[in-house]
């Protein structure tokens, strides 16, 4: 399951390489052989496999790895003797193992004698020697634990080494073998083996931070973190209303980006360079994945959710969303920008809906006043919807002692009363400056056109009392209410452009 071919070969143990070959069919030879592979003794190490019993298994530098299965234990044992020997004495022949030296200042000098110190220094180059060789073997079998505290140990050292011929060789090996294990380490996921859950998921980061690979290092953290945050987030069934699902998105994905922050600090703090640009950017592009999945549960394209549950959707997505500023974030701007499209086209399309309701009910309109029953309490939800903007009913209201109550505005007026409530309800929860002027251009059409059906009510005597009521409560009352809930508890700033219909109407 490891590796990509199984194959019987034979092997040809040469001065300088060793060879593997397939037997093969001829018509002029007995026995012949093809070539598979050929390995150079200077860039292999050779390794026992202790999971597999008569095999051994050969490392090439960078990334290439080869397992043979002997045919008996005594084979693989003169297999793995020969092919070692074959290395040292070609290592002996060709003089590769170089005579380096360490600088040593008067820090280095311990006690003893010049000797001893001399020694000590002959030592360790000679240790450099052989570091490639065994970080190779740490590499293949995946110690990277060994692998990063021989680096570490020998850091100094190769800061030291003396600019001889062979010093940048010796360096260009090491460096080499850096790159190779800071690669595997930065490969390393959720979704892998040892590093899938808990603690172990940060090894790998401890360990490039280990090796000064700032960089590596944050982007594996917050790699990892992004496949969690993804898999917590799918967990999350649809069930119940819209509003339910959105609150267990929201709190599920904006504290986990917060812990996510804590942690991040937390396991940085050490470092030399700045790393919260890093979190940011990583913030930022969580924060656009989350847009995209609640745009498309909140806004869906071709479709209407119910009034008020879009404008609730985003209250609880930003109210979550302050989570963030704990950390010294505040990303409601970003919300508002990534939200914008849904929240625009969600607006436009619940301006649509009332102009071609009021449209339909200034048709069906008798131009009667509205007749309401006190055991169903419409007429008190309806006092009760006018008080949020400080608007008296009562003077409106006609009691003729028994348990009906006569409101002399029109059905078409209450009607549109309650859904432009609930429009503007909604709008409020999910406004910002970014869509101040449609929300604004809507609500100047709507109101325009509601008060100019009442100025093309038929000049019938009987009706006359209705309409004009009608009239001075929209123009009055309704009108210069909604005025002030714009400028205090949406807008912040003043609606001129609102205030001419005011105008328009009493030159009317």
Same mark, same amino acid.
């Given at each position: 399951?490891?590796?990509?071919?199984?194959?019987?070969?034979r092997?040809f143990?040469?001065?300088? !390489?060793?060879?593997? /070959? /397939?037997?093969?069919?001829?018509?002029?030879m007995?026995?012949?052989?093809?070539?598979?592979?050929?390995?150079e003794l200077?860039?292999?190490?050779?390794?026992?496999?202790?999971?597999?019993?008569l !095999?051994?298994?050969?490392?090439?530098?960078p990334?290439n790895?080869?397992?043979?299965?002997?045919e008996?234990?005594q084979?693989?044992i003169e297999?793995?003797?020969?092919?070692?020997?074959a290395?040292? @004495?070609?290592?002996e022949?060709?003089?590769?193992?170089?005579?380096?030296?360490?600088?040593?200042?008067r820090?280095?000098?311990?006690?003893?004698?010049?000797e001893?110190?001399?020694r000590?220094a002959?030592f360790?180059?000679?240790?450099?020697?052989?570091?490639?060789?065994?970080l190779?073997?740490?590499?293949?079998?995946?110690? #990277? $634990?060994? /692998?990063?505290?021989?680096?570490?140990?020998?850091?100094?050292?190769?800061a030291?080494?003396e600019?001889?011929?062979?010093?940048p060789?010796?360096?260009?090996?090491?460096?080499?073998?850096?790159?190779q294990?800071?690669?595997?380490?930065?490969e390393?996921?959720?979704?892998?083996g040892?590093?899938?859950?808990?603690k172990?998921?940060?090894?790998p980061?401890?360990?490039?931070?280990?090796?000064?690979?700032?960089?590596? /290092?944050t982007?594996?953290?917050?790699?990892n973190?992004?496949?969690?945050?993804?898999?917590?987030?799918?967990?999350i069934?649809?069930e119940?209303?819209m509003?339910?699902?959105?609150?267990?998105?929201?709190?599920? #994905? #904006?504290?986990t980006?917060?812990?996510?922050?804590?942690?991040?600090?937390?396991?940085?703090?050490?470092?030399?360079?700045?790393c919260?640009?890093?979190?940011?950017?990583?913030?930022?592009?969580e924060l656009?994945?989350?847009? @995209?999945?609640?745009s498309?549960?909140?806004f869906?394209?071709?479709?209407?959710?119910?009034?008020?549950?879009?404008?609730?959707?985003?209250?609880i997505?930003?109210?979550?969303?302050?989570?963030?500023?704990?950390?010294?974030?505040?990303?409601?701007?970003?919300?508002?920008?990534?939200?914008?499209?849904?929240?625009?086209?969600?607006?436009?399309?619940?301006h649509?809906?009332?102009?071609?309701?009021s449209?339909?009910r200034?048709?069906?309109? &008798?131009?009667?006043? !509205?007749?309401?029953?006190r055991?169903?309490?419409?007429i008190?939800k309806?006092?009760?919807?006018?008080?949020?903007?400080?608007?008296?009913?009562?003077?409106?209201?006609?009691s003729?002692?028994? @348990?009906?109550?006569?409101v002399?505005l029109c059905?078409?007026?209450?009607?549109?009363?309650?859904?432009? &409530?609930?429009?503007?309800?909604d709008?409020?929860?999910?406004?910002n400056i970014?869509?101040?002027?449609?929300?604004?251009?809507?609500?100047?059409? !709507?109101?325009?056109?509601?008060?100019?059906?009442?100025k093309l009510?038929?000049? $019938?005597?009987?009706?006359?009392?209705v309409?004009?009521?009608?009239d001075?409560?929209?123009?009055?009352?309704f009108?210069?209410?909604?005025?002030? #809930?714009?400028?205090?508890?949406?807008?912040?700033?003043?609606?001129?452009q609102?205030?001419?219909?005011?105008?328009?109407?009493d030159?009317l």
């Open positions: 399951q490891w590796y990509q071919r199984r194959v019987r070969v092997l143990l040469m001065t300088d !390489c060793i060879m593997s /070959a /397939a037997p093969t069919k001829s018509a002029w007995s026995e012949a052989y093809k070539m598979v592979d050929l390995l200077k860039n292999i190490t050779i390794m026992d496999v202790q999971d597999r019993k !095999c051994f298994k050969i490392t090439q530098y990334a790895m080869f397992m043979y299965r002997a008996s234990e084979k693989r297999w793995v003797s020969l092919i070692k020997r290395q040292q @004495d070609l290592k022949s060709v003089g590769e193992r170089p005579d380096i030296e360490l600088k040593q200042s820090d280095d000098m311990v006690e003893g004698t010049w001893e110190n001399q000590r002959k360790r180059a000679e240790a450099l020697l052989e570091l490639p060789e065994q190779d073997v740490c590499i293949a079998q995946r110690d #990277f $634990d060994n /692998a990063v505290r021989k680096l570490r140990d020998a850091k100094q050292d190769i030291k080494l600019q001889s011929n062979h010093a060789e010796i360096k260009a090996r090491i460096d080499s073998r850096l790159r294990l800071t690669d595997m380490l930065t390393v996921n959720m979704g892998s040892m590093y899938a859950h808990g172990a998921s940060k090894k980061v401890k360990q490039l931070l280990l090796l000064e690979k700032v960089t590596q /290092a982007s594996l953290f917050l790699r973190k992004s496949t969690s945050l993804k898999m917590s987030i799918r967990r069934k649809m119940g209303t509003t339910l699902y959105i609150t267990k998105l929201s709190q599920t #994905f #904006f504290s980006v917060a812990a996510v922050g804590t942690e991040f600090k937390a396991v940085f703090s050490n470092t030399e360079t700045g919260m640009p890093s979190y940011v950017a990583w913030v930022e592009s656009e994945w989350f847009a @995209d999945m609640f498309r549960q909140v869906p394209q071709g479709s209407v959710i119910g009034h008020g549950v879009a404008g609730e959707c985003v209250a997505a930003l109210k979550h969303a302050d989570q963030l500023s704990q950390n010294g974030l505040d990303i409601s701007f970003l919300m508002h920008r990534l939200l914008q499209p849904g929240i625009a086209e969600t607006l436009k399309r619940n649509i809906q009332i102009m071609e309701a449209q339909l200034a048709k069906e309109e &008798h131009w009667k006043k !509205c007749q309401f029953s055991q169903t309490g419409d008190k309806l006092d009760d919807l006018l008080k949020t903007y400080n608007v008296d009913l009562s003077k409106y209201c006609v003729t002692g028994d @348990d009906n109550i006569y002399t059905h078409s007026v209450i009607s549109f009363v309650r859904s432009f &409530h609930s429009y503007l309800q709008a409020k929860k999910m406004y970014r869509v101040k002027k449609q929300l604004i251009d809507s609500i100047t059409s !709507c109101l325009q056109f509601q008060s100019f059906q009442l009510a038929p000049p $019938d005597p009987e009706i006359r009392t309409v004009t009521s009608s001075m409560f929209m123009n009055k009352e009108i210069p209410a909604v005025i002030t #809930f714009l400028e205090l508890q949406v807008t912040g700033q003043p609606v001129p609102i205030r001419k219909i005011l105008d328009t109407n030159m």
